[in-house]
């Protein structure tokens, strides 16, 4: 199997630069405060969550074999996939802000 070239490897770099960002904002949040949790605090947990999933998904399906080689059809997906986990830690941070 060919080494990936173009987006795959910058789009796995930017889907594990957008986890460690997500990473520093759970820890800058507060994640582990002793205080009880109120709704938009498991909100925003589940929010990340969701979005860590999905950014972890990005390297596996993007580099993951197709059939012929020539088809883009899992990096399509793995795309969407990032779409999806930015978009998932964004709201975390939003609702964290407004509530």
């Given at each position: 199997?060919?080494?990936?070239?173009?987006?795959?490897?910058?789009?796995?770099?930017?889907?594990?630069?957008?986890?460690?960002?997500?990473?520093?904002?759970?820890?800058?949040?507060?994640?582990?405060?002793?205080?009880?949790?109120?709704?938009?605090?498991?909100?925003?947990?589940?929010?990340?969550?969701?979005?860590?999933?999905?950014?972890?998904?990005?390297?596996?399906?993007?580099?993951?074999?197709?059939?012929?080689?020539?088809?883009?059809?899992?990096?399509?997906?793995?795309?969407?996939l990032f779409l999806a986990g930015v978009s998932a830690i964004w709201l975390a941070v939003a609702v964290s802000?407004?509530?």
């Open positions: 199997m060919p080494t990936p070239t173009g987006s795959v490897p910058a789009l796995s770099a930017a889907s594990a630069t957008v986890f460690s960002i997500g990473i520093v904002f759970l820890g800058y949040w507060g994640m582990y405060e002793p205080i009880p949790w109120r709704a938009a605090d498991v909100v925003v947990v589940v929010f990340a969550l969701l979005g860590f999933a999905c950014l972890g998904l990005v390297p596996w399906m993007a580099t993951s074999p197709v059939e012929p080689e020539t088809s883009d059809a899992r990096v399509r997906i793995a795309r969407h802000v407004i509530f």
